[in-house]
């Protein structure tokens, strides 16, 4: 698996970026899982959000601004990655804030299991009661003690937008072009019940969005995470 992780933005929301590059910097193991960060936006680097930022940026120009380019900047990054030889990512969103590492032998066992069972994306997020998420009766997969269900084909956010491992064609195969984001979402669901067969989840909380910002402006929770 040659592996990158790749995270989604815009221009616009480039007040996120020093709280991005702050939690990943310091909530990742980068001895054991040193992978190339990109992140996706139009035209701004994102060496410009700290002085210490060394993470790459995928600019896909400024024709792809705006909510409905969401999977169409998706597309051009998948495929120029996968031009470059990655075949899986580790897909995150710009408020995805990490406010705690995970496990390192939680993901190592992850990335394991990951190519034995041959899935095409392992969730790695917290179940959350927004996402009404419906699994198959199997729940007999454990890594270190947390249970790893497979989504059951019919379910509500079969494809969502939560941080997973995905093997790169998969994530291709469910998209598709012109849709913003909860449009994604919901018509990728429905792809994605007749496309993806080897969908998982693992309920690991290390991440919390609803902290971060709200309407285009960053939540004082979210600057407070910034200064300490």
Known sequence: MKTAILIQSNDDYDFL?????????????WKEFNFPVFLI????????????CDFK???????????KNYSNKLIKSLLKLKKEGYTHVLYSQDDSWAFTQPDTLVIKDCIKMFQ?????????HE????????????????????????FKN???????????????????????KDEAPYENEINGTNRAWNLLKNVYQINIPWYDQD???????IK?????????
């Open 17 to 29: 970026w020093e709280g991005l590059f702050l939690s990943w910097k310091l909530n990742w193991n």
């Open 211 to 217: 902290v971060v910002h709200y309407k285009g402006k």
């Open 116 to 124: 034995e069972k041959n899935m095409d994306c392992l969730y790695i």
């Open 154 to 176: 019919g379910s509500r956010f079969y494809f969502n937008h939560g941080n997973a491992i995905w093997d790169i064609d998969s994530l291709l195969k469910v998209q598709k």
């Open 127 to 150: 179940q959350n009661w927004i996402f009404p998420f419906t699994f198959t009766s199997d729940d007999k997969n454990k890594i270190q003690g947390h249970r790893v269900r497979k």
């Open 57 to 67: 940026t995928i600019n896909v120009g400024s024709d792809l601004s705006g909510p």
């Open 220 to 228: 004082e929770s979210g600057a407070h995470m910034v200064r300490n």
């Open 41 to 52: 936006t139009e035209t701004k680097q994102f060496s410009q959000s700290h002085p210490d």
